[in-house]
């Protein structure tokens, strides 16, 4: 079946550490992105990409990175200089890559990160 | 800025009540709107979506949404819901201008018998 891979489902991690979540998907979407989900606040975006080999930040940036060597991996870095990490990451991808946001977003499933 | 709005983080219902979701979003001259849904512990699926076209759009379950453009707003309606409609329900907006889709703070709906 296609669609994203998000692992792990669920993270524990201590204060200090850095952490990195994984993202696959074999729908051969160009673009694929990160969100954070906090209770009440809805989804912001943390980095994105249209294509392979290239990223740009989103509105929460800091104290993240990501990678995109391949075309179906984003990896998402949490870095100890995240100050609050403790959230629900999702991982999307889209067909679109052009801009213009028509595209529909396929997400996974989650992984749930809580800094100890 | 570009921004959407969605105007009740919770809505209680009763069980075969209607029930309408509010969202509103900047004005821009080109949107392309979209309801996502989400379980618990679980990632966002499309529920339905405007691109162009007709204004009223329905998704498989028995949701629907209207595009207003003098409104700038895509509110999600259901006539009648179920239990198994309890989830949280997002609203997202895409821009021309854009390469991003923004969503909404989202909306709690829970079903009571």
């Known amino acids: 079946d296609g669609g994203i891979t998000q692992s792990p489902k669920y993270l524990f991690r201590k204060e200090g550490q850095n952490v990195t979540l994984s993202c696959e998907q074999n729908l051969n979407h160009d673009a694929m992105y990160w969100y954070r989900q906090d209770p009440g606040q809805g989804l912001r975006l943390i980095y994105y990409s249209q294509i392979v080999n290239d990223f740009q930040k989103g509105d929460i940036a800091e104290g993240y990175s990501v990678s995109r060597e391949k075309k179906e991996s984003f990896p998402l870095t949490v870095t100890s200089a995240q100050k609050n990490p403790t959230a629900f990451y999702l991982c999307a991808s889209s067909i679109d890559s052009a801009g213009g946001g028509t595209g529909e977003l396929f997400f996974g499933e989650g992984s749930r990160l809580t800094v100890l | 800025a570009q921004s959407v709005t969605q105007l009740d983080s919770q809505v209680p219902v009763f069980e075969e009540a209607p029930v309408e979701l509010r969202c509103n979003y900047s004005s821009s001259v080109s949107v392309y709107l979209f309801w996502y849904v989400q379980y618990p512990n679980q990632g966002l699926q499309l529920l339905l979506k405007y691109l162009s076209g007709s204004t009223l759009v329905e998704s498989i379950n028995g949701f629907e949404a209207e595009f207003n453009k003098s409104q700038t707003s895509f509110h999600l309606r259901k006539p009648s819901v179920h239990i198994s409609d309890t989830a949280e329900y997002f609203c997202?907006?895409?821009?021309?201008?854009?390469?991003?889709?923004?969503f909404g703070s989202g909306t709690r709906l829970s079903i009571r018998p």
């Open positions: 997202a907006v895409g821009y021309s201008s854009a390469s991003k889709i923004i």
